[in-house]
């Protein structure tokens, strides 16, 4: 397993923009699959966007798809999400995952999974 830590949340009006960070340790890093997911309160944990070990295969939740960009840096064992356009319905805890197989859409898909960090959008 790889250790993950989010950064980069904070207090955001609608319409803004942030980028988040997920620094993973570990030398696998670059065989993993990525994901961010988010969660808001009472909510189930929901998926985001994913990129693939390669870095080559991107995936978007509809609702994210356009304003939302997930990149990673393998030289700094990092991965990104830059969020534009943020909405007030998006605050929620947002957290990234690892997963040494193909990775996917579902909670169940990640083996690793950071503490996350806090997006609050006000509208």
């Known amino acids: 397993q790889v250790q993950l830590v989010e950064s980069g949340g904070g207090l955001v009006q609608a319409g803004g923009s942030l980028r988040l960070s997920c620094a993973a340790s570990g030398r696998t890093f670059s065989r993993h699959a990525m994901a961010w997911f988010r969660q808001a309160p009472v909510k189930e944990r929901e998926f985001v966007a994913a990129?693939?070990?390669?870095?080559?295969?991107?995936d978007y939740a509809d609702s994210v798809n356009g304003r939302f960009t997930v990149s990673r840096a393998y030289a700094a064992n990092t991965m990104y999400l830059q969020m534009n356009n943020l909405k007030a319905e998006e605050t929620a805890v947002y957290y990234c995952?690892?997963?040494?197989?193909?990775?996917?859409?579902?909670?169940?898909?990640?083996?690793?999974w950071g503490q996350g960090t806090q997006v609050t959008v006000s509208a």
């Open positions: 990129v693939s070990w390669r870095g080559t295969n991107k």
């Open positions: 995952a690892a997963d040494p197989n193909c990775g996917g859409r579902t909670t169940s898909d990640f083996t690793s």
